[in-house]
């Protein structure tokens, strides 16, 4: 049985809302100050962990290995996972002092903490952030920054009215691999640059045709869980890492995989704080099941100056850009270039010196100290978002979208602007 809230291609086309920012005066706290390898506990950063998923976990065990740093509380509407995530904490410390959490806005609202992780599914993303930005917090928020560009534009509102410190999860952009690439972009090694490929991989899950709702397991707060999604009944399919092939949740490999190599070709194009301007896409999507986001990609989007970026299900995640002079190939493990001498450049002495991270949460962790901004701040990593969004937008009405970067918005474009955001299940709201 399939239930009839679950987002499908069609009645995503048929949803419209809009949302707008909490607003509150913001307040810098003292511990953001502190500097040196043994701190007083005004000194350090103190941490709260919301979402300890999967990745939630893969995040705070990193963050557990910086100095400065104290993880005070763990937040998951699963009490298994948080639970978990608890006794990592204390094993860590060797002591009892993490506190765990249901609801996120107890760890967003005490008082002790300075900045918080989010790691939740994406549907989870903006809300979180908001709330921490309005309670004078700062935030690292994995990617897509947010579910919809709407969410996104008020993220960015309320980290700017609030004067917080955000680092998007898109830690490719401190990886050399990728920083090497973007260099010789931005720094004219490629030539006029004309084209960049971004490929990602299949779906990693599958899911039958059909589906029966299933008793919800003990101690996981489903209906939290959902929150500001539409209701729908539960299947395990439907949480955890599988959340992100439906999209009420999320948008599959476009915002998975897709969105970090999207962001390196923002950066690669100086367009952190633009985006294309056309966008069309023809992607395939399931007809029956549980998932709904698409499971083939293809879609390109045209910039003002000429480029064209075409993102498409092709094999392992990587990126391509190439240019009249030559050509270079991103993962995350290797890099190539035609001609293989592009690669032998002294990169420290090119003209154009970008952004150099090569550790994206202690970059973070910095900034909170300094108040300077981290490599892929909320503006950088909504724009790079928008991309993805964009993209499966145009695959789900099927046909080419006009995008002003300036406005945010599709123009006249009724159709395409009703799916600039989504309604909010009560009582949920951005502000």
């Not at 939630?56 to 937040?75: E, H, I, P, S, Y």
């Not at 709702?213 to 999604?229: K, M, S």
């Not at 240019?323 to 270079?328: A, C, D, L, N, T």
Request: aromatic share 8%; net charge neutral; charged share 25%.
């Amino acid at each position: 049985m399939q239930s009839k809230r679950q987002l499908s291609r069609r009645s995503f086309l048929k949803m419209t809302a809009a949302g707008t920012a909490f607003s509150f005066p913001a307040i810098v706290p003292a511990s953001a100050l502190g500097a040196g390898e043994k701190t007083a506990p005004s000194e350090r950063i103190n941490l709260g962990i919301i979402g300890t998923g999967g990745r939630g976990t893969a995040d705070m065990k990193g963050f557990l290995m910086q100095r400065n740093v104290q993880v005070l509380a763990v937040c998951d509407v699963d009490k298994a996972h948080r639970d978990e995530a608890k006794a990592l904490v204390d094993r860590r410390y060797r002591n009892t002092d993490c506190q765990a959490y249901n609801d996120f806005r107890e760890v967003t609202r005490r008082d002790d903490i300075d900045a918080v992780v989010i790691s939740t599914p994406d549907h989870w993303h903006a809300i979180p952030a908001i709330d921490a930005a309005k309670h004078a917090k700062d935030i690292f928020g994995e990617k897509p920054l947010t579910l919809t560009i709407q969410e996104g534009r008020a993220v960015c509102d309320a980290v700017k009215k609030h004067n917080r410190i955000v680092q998007t999860g898109s830690q490719q952009r401190s990886m050399e691999t990728f920083w090497k690439a973007a260099m010789l972009a931005r720094n004219g090694r490629l030539g006029n640059i004309h084209t960049i490929n971004v490929s990602i991989p299949d779906n990693n899950r599958e899911c039958g045709p059909t589906w029966e709702p299933e008793p919800v397991p003990e101690g996981f707060d489903y209906n939290f869980w959902l929150g500001p999604a539409p209701w729908a009944e539960y299947h395990h399919l439907r949480c955890h890492y599988t959340f992100r092939f439906i999209l009420d949740y999320s948008g599959g490999q476009v915002t998975n995989f897709g969105a970090h190599h999207i962001d390196i070709a923002q950066w690669s194009l100086d367009m952190d704080d633009s985006g294309p301007i056309e966008v069309s896409g023809n992607g395939e999507f399931p007809a029956t099941g549980l998932f709904t986001t698409a499971t083939k990609v293809y879609f390109e989007c045209t910039y003002a100056n000429g480029v064209k970026l075409y993102c498409k299900t092709h094999g392992g995640p990587s990126i391509q850009i190439e240019g009249s002079e030559g050509s270079v190939r991103a993962g995350r493990k290797s890099i190539s270039s035609e001609p293989a001498s592009l690669l032998k450049e002294d990169f420290d002495s090119l003209e154009n010196q970008l952004y150099n991270s090569r550790d994206h949460k202690r970059n973070f962790l910095d900034c909170v100290k300094t108040r300077k901004q981290p490599i892929c701040p909320a503006e950088v990593g909504h724009r790079s978002a928008t991309v993805c969004h964009l993209g499966n937008i145009a695959m789900l009405l099927g046909r080419s979208v006009q995008w002003d970067p300036g406005t945010e918005t599709f123009g006249s474009d009724d159709e395409a602007n009703a799916m600039i955001d989504r309604p909010l299940r009560d009582p949920w709201m951005l502000g």
